[in-house]
């Protein structure tokens, strides 16, 4: 049991593979933490690898000591919800059929977010 989602992190500029960020429990909220995560890392956007890391703490915050219910992979873990695609080089978020520029994504409201998922 769970709500098992994933953020899949790309960009041909800085890594080999797309980077997961998996997360067991925080199904339909995970585009509301990307948002955030989005927010917050504003002046990181060109970079990747600090993006990518700004969006995982915002994921784990809550959580940081916890051994469980969050992981980093080079491939698609265990799915149950739409994966929010962050494209760095665009910057763009990619879910489901939908696509939105970066800024674009954290000026949705938490509702549209949710229903996104």
Same mark, same amino acid.
């Given at each position: 049991?769970?709500?098992?989602?994933?953020?899949?992190?790309? $960009?041909?500029?800085?890594f080999d593979?797309?980077?997961? &960020?998996y997360?067991?429990?925080?199904?339909?909220?995970?585009?509301?933490?990307?948002?955030?995560?989005?927010k917050?890392?504003? /002046? !990181?956007?060109e970079?990747?690898?600090? &993006?990518?890391?700004?969006?995982?703490?915002?994921? *784990?915050?809550n959580?940081?000591?916890?051994?469980?219910?969050?992981?980093?992979?080079n491939?698609? &873990?265990?799915?149950?919800?739409?994966?929010?695609?962050?494209?760095? /080089?665009?910057?763009?978020?990619?879910?489901?059929?939908?696509?939105?520029? =970066?800024?674009? =994504? *954290?000026?949705?409201? $938490? !509702?549209? &977010?949710?229903?996104?998922?």
């Amino acid at each position: 049991m769970g709500a098992r989602s994933n953020v899949c992190v790309k $960009s041909k500029k800085c890594f080999d593979h797309e980077i997961y &960020l998996y997360s067991h429990w925080d199904g339909s909220d995970l585009a509301v933490t990307l948002k955030e995560a989005l927010k917050r890392g504003k /002046d !990181r956007w060109e970079d990747p690898s600090y &993006l990518t890391r700004i969006i995982f703490s915002e994921m *784990i915050k809550n959580d940081v000591d916890g051994l469980t219910g969050y992981g980093i992979s080079n491939h698609l &873990l265990d799915n149950e919800y739409n994966i929010l695609y962050v494209d760095t /080089d665009s910057q763009t978020i990619n879910v489901g059929y939908k696509s939105f520029s =970066f800024e674009e =994504f *954290i000026d949705l409201d $938490s !509702r549209t &977010l949710v229903r996104l998922m």
